[in-house]
């Protein structure tokens, strides 16, 4: 029971750190149809903004400046970048954002090295929250969870209740007439694309020391990315929300369980799992769990 608890809390944790990284690349291309393959290089560009700036002010500033830096990034990008390329439609579009992803990666290298960086856990947040039948959980993973899930109701929030929310939906489906309203829709996408960046960004700030901060972070997890977004359905964030947390607890659980089968373990099979839930995903279900259209 113990070991069932435990680690399904870290399941969830990771589910929901997993979430933080999707959530921007499924609002993006829900909302203006671009599917990023940078995205996991921001998150990486996020989780170094925060290493250099905790070094100098201290983490919760950098929990601030971080996301804001790397939304400003993705502003920058999409003003004098993907705009440019848009009107060539989603080819090019793709193979701007797979170049800008190896530019992002031969910067990092540049300015940081290729060793991983000592970004650390900050002192007020490494200890035990509480305790499982001799188990301690860290407080660091319930702080994960919490941004995690305040970051969801935000975005919910931002999106439904609010007057900009109401905007950017719009915007998509009928951008001459939120233009003629006097909205500046170019404007207005270029914001939707740096949020999704900075989100990205919060990820890295916030997974960046409870993993590792390293230039291999971003090829590590940004496969995982797409295969939830492909499972969760093409631009759902309902469906993003679930398929983290599926995907989350089924490789905490792969990782832990010492069991084998036809003589491979479960464990060493963890990395493939999800690939399989996709493949499975894509033959019985090919719109994905909350999508709304097939393909």
């Not at 069932?4 to 829900?30: A, D, E, H, K, R």
């Not at 954002?97 to 530019?103: H, I, K, Q, V």
């Not at 719009?170 to 007439?177: D, E, G, Q, R, S």
């Not at 990205?200 to 997974?207: F, H």
Request: aromatic share 12%; hydrophobic share 55%.
């Amino acid at each position: 029971m113990e070991f069932f608890l435990v680690q399904t809390l870290n399941g969830i944790s990771y589910g929901l750190l997993l979430f933080m990284l999707s959530s921007g690349l499924t609002l993006v291309f829900s909302l203006m149809g671009v599917l990023n393959f940078a995205h996991a290089s921001f998150y990486m560009l996020g989780a170094y903004f925060a290493y250099q700036i905790s070094a100098k002010i201290g983490f919760w500033p950098a929990l601030v400046l971080a996301p804001v830096l790397v939304g400003t990034v993705g502003m920058l990008v999409e003003r004098w970048g993907l705009r440019s390329v848009h009107k060539f439609g989603h080819v090019a579009e793709l193979l701007f954002t797979f170049g800008l992803a190896y530019l992002i990666d031969e910067a990092v290298h540049l300015v940081w090295g290729r060793s991983a960086v000592e970004y650390r856990v900050p002192a007020e947040l490494d200890g035990p929250l509480f305790q499982i039948m001799g188990s301690q959980y860290p407080i660091y993973r319930g702080f994960m969870m919490l941004i995690s899930v305040a970051m969801l109701v935000s975005i919910w929030l931002a999106l439904t209740r609010t007057r900009i929310g109401l905007v950017i939906q719009a915007a998509l489906t009928h951008p001459h007439t939120v233009e003629a309203l006097g909205h500046n829709v170019p404007r207005v996408f270029m914001l939707v694309f740096g949020g999704g960046a900075a989100l990205a960004g919060l990820a890295g700030v916030i997974g960046g020391n409870a993993f590792v901060t390293e230039p291999g972070m971003a090829a590590a997890v940004g496969p995982i990315i797409f295969v939830i977004v492909v499972v969760g359905g093409m631009g759902s964030l309902a469906g993003a929300f679930i398929a983290s947390l599926l995907i989350g607890c089924l490789q905490t659980f792969a990782v832990s369980l010492d069991w084998s089968l036809g003589g491979i373990s479960i464990a060493s099979a963890a990395p493939v799992l999800p690939y399989l839930l996709m493949v499975l995903m894509l033959i019985l279900r090919p719109r994905g769990l909350l999508g709304t259209r097939d393909g």
